[in-house]
């Protein structure tokens, strides 16, 4: 299997390079989200339209650029990396990204690499990713029924997920499963997804949907409000508050008749800006500062105009120094236009 050369080394002072990367609200920015593809094998009804249209392929970073953008964001302190999408696994040969990026995981610079997945495809990778030193992974799952599955992911297959599932945990890898709640959709499903998850030993964290990108449906009927859902849940469960942090934005409590952690993703009702510490960054080389917001920064033409990193590192700290406090999603019952125009598969979730 071929590996991807290592990140250039240039001749630049080291400790230049080392400094943090802190943003103008003294957040420390340690965390980075790396869509590698916008393509995907579903389509979720709220993530994206049925007849999207993807970017061509010869836009996309290189899996070798993929890898020296994020050795160079770890060289400034990003400890963390999400592996997301699109549907990260389809990208073809992925998993060469991952065995190059876990000399990060060996070196003990990066604590955590990790990929958000549909699951489609992940019985055939689980093992692999164990083996490169991935020891978690959040798996996105609406619904157990296959029907509803079907509905709301237009062409996934709930059996091959299950079956994705089964694999993960096999191999070892922590599983936490994300569910969007859908009004109307999936609300009388969260009880029986929380019993399900925490009966297999995993964490189930419930996101509210957001207006990233044009869809076919009205956002203001997909919407459900978490702390409505988190109140019907206190009717029947006892959720304790607890201090559990994963560096994402869930607040989490435990559940003490499963004994299982739920958290809850809640960007519309509570403003989760505050703590932020990721920035993300798409399959083209955009850097968003922010999930909510439109500006960016484009780090592929200084991947490209040099085999330095300098241009690099100097296009990262300008765009660091203008991460946007944070954002200002709400949805609203006849409001046309989303919040943000990219959808939740180009910046990755
Ligand atoms: N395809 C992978 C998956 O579904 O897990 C990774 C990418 S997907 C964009 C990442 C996460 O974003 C998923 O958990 C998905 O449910 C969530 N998501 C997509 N569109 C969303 C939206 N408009 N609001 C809230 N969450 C969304
Ligand atoms: Fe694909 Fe994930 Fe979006 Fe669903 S949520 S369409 S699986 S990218």
């Known amino acids: 299997m071929p590996t991807l050369p290592q990140a250039s080394s240039e001749p630049w002072p080291i400790a230049a390079k080392a400094a943090p990367l ?6 420390e920015i340690n965390y980075v989200r790396v869509s590698v593809t916008d393509r995907c094998d579903m389509r979720c009804v709220y993530c994206m339209s049925e007849d999207m249209n993807f970017l061509p392929k010869r836009d996309l970073l290189s899996l070798e650029e993929l890898d020296r953008l994020c050795s160079a964001f770890i060289l400034r302190g990003v ?3 999400r592996i997301t999408g699109g549907e990260p696994l389809v990208r073809r040969n992925i998993m060469s990204l ?18 958000t997945t549909n699951g489609s495809q992940l019985a055939d990778h689980a093992a692999e990713l164990a083996a490169v030193g991935v020891r978690r992974l959040n798996l996105s799952l609406d619904t157990l029924d296959p029907a509803k599955f079907r509905a709301i992911t237009r062409w996934g297959d709930h059996a091959r997920v299950m079956a994705g599932v089964d694999a993960a945990q096999k191999a070892g890898v922590s599983v936490k499963i994300n569910m969007v709640a859908l009004q109307g959709v999936n609300d009388q499903e969260i009880a029986p997804m929380l019993e399900w998850a925490h009966g297999r030993g995993m964490d189930l964290t419930l996101i509210e949907v957001m207006p990233l990108g044009k869809i076919e449906a009205e956002r203001a009927d997909q919407f459900l409000p978490l702390s409505l859902v988190e109140a019907r849940l206190k009717e029947r469960y006892t ?24 958290g809850f993703i809640t960007p ?6 505050e703590g932020c510490n990721r920035v993300r960054v798409t399959c083209t080389g955009t850097l968003y500062m922010c999930l909510g917001q439109e500006d960016a920064a484009d780090l592929r033409a200084p991947l490209r105009a040099s085999t330095s990193d300098r241009l690099l590192h100097q296009e990262i700290e300008a765009a660091i120094a203008r991460k946007p406090k944070g954002h200002d999603f709400i949805i609203d019952r006849g409001q046309t236009a989303p919040a943000v125009a990219r959808h939740m598969s180009v910046t990755g979730g």
Do not use: W
């Not at 802190?22 to 957040?27: A, E, L, M, N």
């Open 79 to 81: 400890h963390k990396l």
């Open 268 to 273: 519309l009702t509570h403003n989760f800006c």
């Open 239 to 262: 959720l304790d508050e607890i201090d559990y942090r994963t560096g994402g934005p869930a607040r989490y409590v435990r559940v003490a008749e499963t004994g299982g952690r739920l």
């Open 22 to 27: 802190v943003d103008p609200f003294g957040r």
């Open 98 to 115: 991952f065995r190059a990026l876990s000399r990060h995981l060996e070196s003990g610079a990066l604590s955590d690499l990790t990929l």
